[in-house]
Nanobody
Framework: QLQASGGGLVQAGGSLRLSCVAS????????MGWFRQAPGKEREFVAG????????DRTDSVKGRFTISRDNAKNTGYLQMNSLTPEDTAVYYC??????????????????WGQGTQVTVSS
C-alpha cells in the first residue's frame, strides 16, 4: 500500500515536498513513480526512480524544478517541487511496481497506486 501526503496550497514560485510511504512489501524492490492529473486532463508522468535511487527520469516540464528521491530505510519516496507554477496544479499520485525498470516508469504501468494528494498553486 502507498500513502501520499504533503500536498497543499502554495503561491507561484513556492515549494512543496510530497512524500509517499509504502507498506506491505520490501520497498527497495520497487521502482517508484510520481504522476499527476489536472482537472479535465489525462494523468501524466512526472518522475520515476530506480530501486536503488541512483537513476531517475523526469518529464521535460519539471526538469530543473522537481527532484525525485527515496529513502529505502524509511520505505518512503519523495518529490521535491520548487518554482511551482499554476500549471503544476493537479492531484499527485505515487506509484510502485517491482517488475518494471525505472526508464519504463513513464508508461504508467504500475501495479500499486497511492490515493493522491492535491497540489494547488495560486498565481
Amino acid at each position: 500500500q502507498l500513502q501520499a501526503s504533503g500536498g497543499g496550497l502554495v503561491q507561484a514560485g513556492g515549494s512543496l515536498r510530497l512524500s509517499c510511504v509504502a507498506s506491505g512489501g520490501t520497498f527497495s524492490r520497487y521502482v517508484m513513480g510520481w504522476f499527476r492529473q489536472a482537472p479535465g486532463k489525462e494523468r501524466e508522468f512526472v518522475a520515476g526512480i530506480s530501486r536503488s535511487g541512483e537513476s531517475t527520469d523526469r518529464t521535460d516540464s519539471v526538469k530543473g524544478r522537481f527532484t525525485i528521491s527515496r529513502d529505502n530505510a524509511k520505505n518512503t519516496g519523495y518529490l521535491q517541487m520548487n518554482s511551482l507554477t499554476p500549471e503544476d496544479t493537479a492531484v499527485y499520485y505515487c506509484a510502485a511496481d517491482r517488475s518494471i525498470n525505472y526508464w519504463e516508469a513513464r508508461k504508467g504501468n504500475f501495479g500499486s497506486w497511492g490515493q493522491g494528494t492535491q497540489v494547488t498553486v495560486s498565481s
